[in-house]
């Protein structure tokens, strides 16, 4: 039976899901039900595109990603995929009629990884754009649930919350990125002279982007709220942190939130929700 295999493939997201990211299996956990296994599914296969392309090394890049994009619409195309991981996120993109544009934005900007290169203004909108808004936006589909009318409302926050995150990303990312992979995603940016004040400029561009995104946080149906919030409260605890480290250490090292530092969030999260103190 279909329905098994399907099963499977769910808990395979589910797994991905809880080996790479500790925040948001806790974010996904505080979801409704209903939506925990599809917002599963977007992770799980935006994570394996996102492995293609920073782990395999010594493997043809070029070419997992052209397969990894022929098995994707194949599987929407049939219906069903023997990669239980593309398996699941099929059955999300047919059930919540996520766009192939929004499919297509994100598999170009994992393709733009692949080649060392610097980025101008355009280009880093565009990176942007694909791997992290079209992923808030896979998302605000499930949340949602069909209401084209409240899905075009809540998109501007969706892509904007997604934009800050990548973007704190970069920064805390910042010396894999440079120093191991030759990537430099900031326009503009000479990273020999990287100082605090290229810094705060960075930083500046992302706190207007989480006024915004906070704004859609609180838009949304009250089965998707909590557990955005609590992403949204890890990210700002993120971003807090590299603003108080200096640019030099950003560029050494990987700046994290401790994972008992995390479940604290998730309480002090937990209360002003429940309060209704947002």
């Not at 699941?88 to 990884?113: A, K």
């Not at 560029?251 to 429940?274: A, D, M, Q, T, V």
Request: some cysteine.
């Amino acid at each position: 039976m279909k329905a098994l295999f399907d099963k499977v493939s769910a808990k395979s997201s589910k797994m991905v899901t809880s080996t790479y990211s500790t925040s948001f299996s806790l974010g996904i956990l505080l979801l409704n039900k209903s939506m925990k296994k599809h917002i599963y599914s977007i992770y799980g296969y935006v994570r394996f595109a996102d492995e293609i392309v920073d782990s395999f090394h010594d493997q043809d890049k070029e070419w997992l990603l052209d397969n990894f994009k022929k098995q994707t619409y194949d599987a929407l195309e049939r219906g069903i995929s023997l990669n239980p991981i593309i398996n699941s996120f099929q059955d999300t993109v047919r059930e919540y009629d996520i766009s192939t544009e929004l499919i297509d934005s994100f598999l170009h900007s994992m393709r733009m990884d692949i080649n060392k290169q610097e980025y101008d203004a355009e280009k880093y909108e565009q990176y942007i754009y694909g791997s992290a808004e079209v992923v808030g936006l896979m998302c605000l589909k499930v949340f949602t649930s069909g209401n084209k009318e409240q899905y075009e409302e809540l998109k501007f926050g969706a892509q904007k919350l997604g934009s800050a995150f990548q973007k704190i990303n970069f920064l805390r990312d910042l010396n894999a990125d440079f120093n191991h992979l030759g990537r430099i995603y900031f326009p503009g940016v000479d990273m020999t002279e990287f100082n605090d004040t290229i810094k705060q400029e960075i930083e500046r561009d992302i706190e207007i982007d989480f006024k915004e995104g906070f704004k859609g946080i609180l838009a949304l149906p009250k089965e998707a709220r909590f557990g955005t919030y609590l992403a949204y409260v890890y990210y700002f605890n993120l971003f807090k942190k590299i603003k108080n480290t200096s640019a030099k250490r950003v560029l050494e090292e990987r700046i994290r939130i401790p994972n008992r530092n995390k479940y604290g969030l998730l309480l002090s999260s937990y209360f002003k929700h429940s309060f209704n103190l947002l």
